[in-house]
């Protein structure tokens, strides 16, 4: 009986030690932006976008890695944080997925295309902040922090299928937080879409044993935002707007978070989960 109550004591210690690992990855993810509070009171926007994202990264490498190695006792080579590496097959998914959802919206759901019109400089900020704030930025630290780091101590404690569900939920979760006017569909229809996305980031890393497969899908799937967007009304932050004609159902429209929540691009996040799942039992 002792024997068996230590074995248990153990066994919940780890669960909380693992806990607390996602806690501190999480709570570097925010404190790596607090330096934009000052950055980007720089006037030149383009130079202070750049200069955050930098300083973003570099904080987010530097302390998942000195956290990794010191305390919770994982390389970041075990956390699939490799030299940069491709696989044509996700390379051409990166391109092929926002193409597909993009489509498939204006098939199913009325609307017009509205063309915006900006100044040069306008022109250069938005391009700016998408390429290097979403597309590399947020893909990279987004990346690292769940399915890089976190995904690896709850693989490492419970297996590879709770290291890709437990931080597809707080990915989820963490998308939930950051968004205003958030009703229960809304909540609802983000943390099933932001865990399928999730998953589907994970997977891929799990198959490709790199992060760098899903930071490219991750980030040119963000990219796609900056070029065409879609809602009720035109939005001032993207080159194109697709404008529904009318009130649509929110599981097609995705809600107030936007269409990366609809049923379309859930849809296509099952099929990529789908076909990386066969490649993987065709593999092994």
Not at 125 to 152: P, W
Request: proline share 3%; with cysteine.
């Amino acid at each position: 009986m002792p024997i068996k109550e230590k074995n248990c004591s153990t066994i919940h210690c780890g669960k909380i030690i693992t806990i607390l690992h996602i806690i501190v990855a999480f709570a570097i993810w925010i404190v790596s932006q607090l330096p934009a509070i000052l950055i980007m009171q720089i006037p030149q926007q383009e130079i202070a976008i750049i200069l955050n994202i930098v300083v973003q990264i570099s904080l987010v490498a530097c302390l998942i890695s000195l956290y990794g190695n010191k305390v919770a006792h994982v390389t970041m080579t075990e956390c699939r944080v490799t030299k940069f590496t491709w696989k044509p097959i996700w390379l051409t998914c990166a391109f092929i997925l926002p193409f597909a959802v993009t489509i498939c919206l204006m098939i199913f759901i009325p609307g017009k295309i509205i063309i915006h019109e900006y100044s040069f400089s306008e022109l250069i900020g938005i391009l700016v902040n998408g390429i290097v704030g979403s597309c590399i930025g947020a893909a990279f630290t987004e990346e690292i922090i769940f399915r890089g780091f976190a995904m690896r101590v709850v693989e490492k404690r419970f297996g590879i299928i709770a290291g890709m569900i437990a931080p597809s939920i707080i990915f989820a979760t963490a998308h939930v937080v950051m968004c205003d006017n958030m009703g229960i569909q809304d909540f609802a229809l983000l943390l099933i879409a932001g865990t399928s996305a999730g998953i589907m980031f994970s997977i891929i890393t799990y198959h490709s044993n790199s992060i760098w497969p899903s930071v490219i899908i991750h980030g040119l799937w963000n990219l796609r935002c900056t070029f065409i967007g879609f809602g009720d009304k035109p939005a001032n932050n993207q080159l194109l707007t697709y404008v529904f004609s009318s009130n649509n159902s929110k599981i097609m429209t995705g809600g107030n978070f936007g269409v990366e929540s609809s049923l379309i691009a859930i849809i296509f996040y099952w099929i990529v989960i789908l076909l990386a799942a066969y490649m993987i039992k065709k593999h092994h």
